[in-house]
């Protein structure tokens, strides 16, 4: 039979080396680029919220998405009840500082170092997975806090071009720096607020910095901090102390400030950062190929069917779909073409099909 | 910022289910690879080359070629349906004219409406057709081609059996479908009554045989 409908790709002439091109979006749900406002769930809450906070765009959690975590870590569980306190002490805020610690820092590093100073405890923004694809954007993110001491902004430093060094799992770290995206880093203040770990998708901030910075006020004692300020909606210092006997949702805190700058006008703004893996396929046509159709319209009769008056002297066909298949004949990806292309003995054609993965 | 070379069409493809399926399993022998390609003119109507068009021959294809095209599905079971083929050497002369070859379905007749009947209470009547397509160029002259592609679109409502080659059942996709190759198959009904379509394809030839499976308990 000399009918045939495949072409075998050659793989040398045929399909280019595969590259990797980096594909950026807004972060937050419907890949926007800036949130504006944050919800927490009251059931999350109850089920979890003495380990972290899940943050929503939406109020309610059934219609939204979740697009941040907030967490707080102590490294000895200060502001947790201990168990001599309470038996049944599930320690959250150790439990969150050995968690991120083991994850991020290098093998026998006991603690986050901010400004070349050891920290006993962390803030913790931890993006959704779903919200991040592979990563999060450096230098196309801006975080807004909200304090006593007014509004800030800060970014990360990666336009330096200098990752953080040192202690580390991962080797695209950058500083949290104070800044914002329209004016790049403030350079009056060159102290660190924290680390942003794209990959992973976490912010790690410094409690101490952030809260003399911003102005995160007043202790939550050993008084349930969700409660403390219901009406205020203030943003405070976590309680570090060890003589909590209740969970103390030290996260509390962060989580007004975020909101209050969100309230403010000042938006929580990222991009999310992936990369995309491209083949080329070239998919060439000559000028004998692909000239007659199996579609019904193509031919006239039932046995035999032959075709059409005007292609039988001079064959012409329309391509208007490339497919790309294997050797078990299973069609894998599939291209239309944005009009149909003319094929005929006297015409060739060389498509490039991309395919993106 | 650069020109784009225009002498070359790019395109952007789209994974289909079941390429998605595979890439899942990695790129290795046996999961993601792409070795070859077919093109097809699915929403092509060639009645509208006109020959007769008022400003002469440059603009018999006119109207095709300036038709709007839809974007792809990723449903492998509803797109290329209708291939391009090459025909070369004695095929284009042989008989007569170029003849687009057709599939048959051997032992089978099927009615008009193109319905295949199948009860899964065997007391009804027959719960399993034997598929064994062959590919017809006239009343005179058919062949079999070195494989045949049976897609089953609702895998919920039949099985399908390779038995030429003895490959056994075949698993349904992700989607549900079943994308079988062979020359000889069983299609046997489920305890599910329903209605689905089946294509065959010719795996040289592209030559596509339609027609709907219909499962019930009883007549």
Redesign the interface.
């Known amino acids: 039979?000399?009918?045939?409908?495949?072409?075998?790709?050659v793989a040398a002439d045929d399909?280019t080396t595969i590259r990797a091109n980096e594909v950026t979006t807004g972060l937050w749900t419907g890949d926007t680029g800036s949130l504006s406002a944050v919800y927490t769930s009251s059931v999350q809450v109850a089920n979890s919220g003495e380990f972290y906070y899940d943050l929503y765009n939406g109020a309610s959690p059934t219609t939204s998405d979740i697009q941040f975590s907030v967490a707080y870590g102590h490294v000895s569980g200060g502001g947790s009840p201990t168990l001599a306190t309470n038996a049944n002490s599930t320690l959250p805020t150790q439990v969150i500082y050995s968690q991120y610690r083991n994850i991020l820092l290098a093998e026998d590093v006991e603690k986050f170092s901010f400004n070349g100073v050891d920290s006993n405890d962390i803030y913790v923004i931890n993006i959704q997975r779903a919200r991040l694809k592979q990563a999060i954007d450096p230098g196309n993110w801006q975080l807004g806090l909200s304090g006593s001491n007014g509004i800030f902004t800060f970014i990360d430093n990666s336009g330096l071009g200098t990752a953080v060094a040192g202690n580390l799992v991962a080797n695209n770290v950058y500083e949290i720096r104070s800044g914002s995206l329209t004016a790049g880093l403030y350079t009056a203040n060159t102290q660190s607020f924290g680390l942003v770990f794209p990959d992973f998708g976490v912010m790690i901030l410094s409690p101490s910095a952030i809260s003399s910075s911003v102005g995160l006020t007043g202790s939550n004692s050993v008084v349930d901090a969700k409660t403390k300020y219901p009406a205020l909606n203030q943003p405070y210092a976590p309680y570090t102390g060890s003589a909590a006997t209740s969970y103390q949702y030290q996260h509390e805190g962060l989580v007004r400030s975020i909101s209050g700058s969100m309230a403010a006008g000042s938006p929580f703004i990222a991009r999310s950062a992936e990369s995309i893996t491209s083949?080329n396929?070239?998919?060439r046509?000559k000028n004998?190929?692909?000239?007659?159709?199996?579609?019904?319209?193509?031919?006239t009769g039932?046995?035999?069917?032959?075709?059409?008056e005007?292609?039988?002297v001079k064959?012409?066909?329309?391509?208007?779909?490339?497919?790309?298949?294997?050797?078990?004949?299973?069609?894998?990806?599939?291209?239309?073409?944005?009009?149909?292309?003319?094929?005929s003995t006297d015409k060739e054609?060389?498509?490039?099909?991309?395919?993106?993965? | 910022m650069g020109y784009l070379d225009k002498s070359t069409i790019t395109v952007d493809a789209i994974l289909t289910n079941r390429g998605r399926e595979l890439l899942s399993q990695g790129t290795g022998t046996g999961n993601f690879q792409i070795t070859k390609f077919a093109v097809a003119d699915d929403e092509v109507d060639y009645g509208l080359y006109n020959t007769a068009h008022p400003l002469g021959s440059n603009y018999y294809g006119a109207v095709i070629e300036n038709m709007p095209v839809l974007e792809a599905t990723p449903d492998e079971t509803q797109i290329m349906r209708y291939k391009l083929v090459t025909i070369t050497g004695n095929d284009l002369t042989r008989f007569g004219s170029v003849v687009i070859p057709q599939i048959v379905i051997q032992g089978t007749t099927l009615p008009a409406n193109k319905t295949i009947y199948l009860y899964f209470d065997p007391t009804q009547g027959t719960n399993t057709i034997t598929i064994r397509p062959i590919t017809t160029y006239t009343d005179s002259s058919s062949e079999t081609e070195s494989v045949y592609t049976l897609m089953l679109a609702d895998s919920t409502l039949a099985s399908v059996e390779v038995v030429n080659p003895a490959t056994g059942l075949v698993s349904a996709n992700n989607r549900g479908s079943i994308v079988a190759n062979g020359l000889e198959f069983n299609i046997k009904a489920l305890n599910k009554t329903g209605t689905t379509s089946v294509s065959i394809y010719g795996g040289s030839s592209g030559a596509v045989y339609n027609f709907t499976l219909s499962t019930t308990a009883s007549a």
């Open positions: 039979m000399a009918y045939n409908i495949f072409t075998q790709f399909i083949t396929y070239f998919v046509l004998s190929n692909y000239n007659y159709s199996n579609n019904p319209t193509y031919y039932s046995n035999p069917q032959n075709v059409l005007p292609f039988r064959p012409i066909t329309y391509a208007t779909t490339i497919g790309l298949y294997n050797d078990q004949n299973e069609l894998l990806a599939v291209a239309k073409l944005s009009r149909p292309v003319q094929k054609a060389l498509i490039r099909v991309r395919l993106d993965y």
